[in-house]
């Protein structure tokens, strides 16, 4: 049995319907910081690298495909995030 911190508050339960909207507000702003970071970083990658290799097919690829990386990574949190969201609505009803 571990002993509880007192720190640690109980969670409201949230709210399904709240959930489902958290979700759908966070699912759209991260896919709209997905598609900045994969657009700046792969313009990047080409201003950095394509303009001076006469036949870049292989640089093109690797500059598309790097950003992905750290494009990916907000979406590790996606769940997290979007019960923050929920419990931070519920608290301010």
Do not use: K, N
């Amino acid at each position: 049995m571990a002993p509880i911190m007192a720190e640690e508050r109980p969670q409201p339960e949230v709210d399904e319907r709240l959930l489902r909207e958290a979700r759908r507000v966070v699912y759209e702003r991260m896919a709209l910081i997905t598609a900045l970071i994969w657009v700046f970083g792969t313009a990047i990658l080409f201003a950095v690298t394509v303009p001076y290799i006469e036949r870049p097919f292989r640089q093109v690829a690797v500059a598309m495909t790097i950003p992905i990386l750290p494009a990916a990574l907000p979406w590790l949190f996606y769940g997290r995030i979007s019960e923050r969201v929920a419990r931070r609505w519920m608290e301010r009803r």
